[in-house]
């Protein structure tokens, strides 16, 4: 899975954005707001990848444990398949 084409992650300042690019513009309006842990989601969403892949960088670089990280990444994905920003 990885993220759709059309969609660029800026970080100003500690806040993390994506906004749509070309022609996604058309179909999809406004901004995404994301905390530095969506933000890095994001990043590894970037190129393919799979969830046991995003648990294992999740585990790697922040100080959680593995059924919240799990948790927490479940419902991040689902947000994006429910939104269309994800190809799988």
Do not use: H
């Not at 899975?1 to 058309?26: C, R, T, W």
């Not at 590894?44 to 990280?69: G, I, P």
């Amino acid at each position: 899975m990885k993220i759709k084409d059309g969609f660029m992650l800026s970080g100003v300042a500690g806040s993390y954005v994506v906004v749509p690019v070309g022609a996604v513009q058309a179909d999809f309006t406004g901004m995404i707001t994301l905390n530095p842990v969506g933000a890095f989601l994001w990043g590894k969403l970037e190129k393919e990848t799979t969830r046991d892949e995003l648990l294992k960088s999740v585990l790697s670089q922040y100080d959680t444990d593995e059924k919240t990280a799990a948790q927490d990444i479940d419902r991040y994905l689902e947000k994006l398949r429910k939104n269309g920003l994800l190809e799988e």
